[in-house]
């Protein structure tokens, strides 16, 4: 009879497998379980020699573990997770830990926190980010729930997470949802740089750079303080080769591109916190764009603009002023998510610490990056910090880079080349140094059709105005 298990874990697909290897090697025990038995016995005969319990049944899965017991769900979001837990709550004692570790909406999370509660159970919402290798050899795991579960799992959660200068890529995010929450708002974040990415590309390529040109550029910016593990697999995947063709991959891969719905429902909650992510909403929609696949080309057809060739432009020159042009994007939409996620945090009650939050993402997940360091030191220095863009250290970059970031984002224009991500950035830049926008006319619009009045600048806030204009007739 083996010892009982230290941890368990419930879906044996590739996060789970892999998540199942890293507990272990960390000298836990594992249980394990999957839906389809196959799957469990494959693994298990797989990994001989290590401390892995396979079981056939929930009921010797909860029963392999010792208690308090602690076991993760790492099944599809949605229906699945669910699922799951019904059957387990009547096999789990008090006090047992059950930990979602997949991309579940926030809300869902919150609901499960109250159902599980209720059962005198503990419940953990954990955003676990790095995809297959993150969760192999140390991810960034964002955990949400009550303080005193997060203390019983921290042991387990910092062994096994990514580390960073010897800190481990895991804190205590917050309570109920807080956790997947700032796991959305990461993978909001992380549309927003990698469409920024594909939109430097896209410039690199009408100025005639070869995918081997390209891919030497991106190594090198890794190099600097575009530092990230996005532009490291950038520079490889645009020098990796079709083994048929002997032709760059990245040019036979069809450009439609896919999505599993984190992104959208970043937009959703920035939508309903009225805050701006016009960034990341960029990029969630060239997502959406590309896959009208069959729209674009007819379109491409029959609506005019012009050719998307700068081939005569001086290449180190627009290098360089991608770079800048790229770096100020990213910031921006950095700060739009932080800020979505400070408004949130405020709203919830949640404690965020932004600065805690950008410094667990520099290892372990998609959006790791040598930059994340000065967020942590902008929110270090200033706690209260109401907008990363007015950070010192960001207001010097976002400085610098804001006249060749219009070069670049004007050339595009100019020669129909589409990019809306850096545009929208810039459109925001624009917009928040603007100490008076056009919304004057706006209120005369509203007040005109609406009677909804406004304020003046000759007068003191809060005294409101109505004109009586002119009627317009047909
Ligand atoms: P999938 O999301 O593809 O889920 C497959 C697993 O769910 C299998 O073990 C399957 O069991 C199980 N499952 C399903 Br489907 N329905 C079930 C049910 N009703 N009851 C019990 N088990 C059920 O796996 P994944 O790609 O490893 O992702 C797991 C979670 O991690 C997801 O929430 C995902 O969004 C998240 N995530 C994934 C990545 C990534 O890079 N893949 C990164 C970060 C987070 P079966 O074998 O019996 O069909």
Redesign the pocket.
Known sequence: MTRASDFGL???????QNLVLNVESRGFQVSVY???PA?TDEFVAAHPGKRLVGTPTLEAFVQSLARPRKLMI????G??VD??IEQLIPLLEPDDIVID????LYTDTERRDAWLTAQGLRFIGAG?????E??RKGPAIMPGGPASTWGLMRPIFEAIAAKVDGEPCVMHIGPGGAGHYVKMIHNGIEYGDMQLICEAYAIFKAAGLSTDEMAAVFNRWNEGELQSYLIQITGKALEQRDTETGQPIVELILDQAGQ?GTGQWTLLNAAENAVVISTINAAVEARVLSSQKALRVRASTQLQGPSPNISGVDRATLVNQVHEALYASKVVSYAQGLDLMRTMGEKKAWGLDLGGIAAIWRGGCIIRARFLNRITEAYRADPGLQHLMLAPFFVEVLNRAQQPWREVVALAVRHGIAVPAFGASLGYFDSLRSARLPANLLQAQRDFFGAHTYERVDKPAGQWFHTAWPEVIG
């Open positions: 419930i879906g044996l697909a590739v996060m789970g999957n839906r389809t799957v790492m099944v599809k979001a229906a699945a699922a799951v570790g997949g991309n579940s676990v980010s790095g995809g297959e993150g969760a599993k």
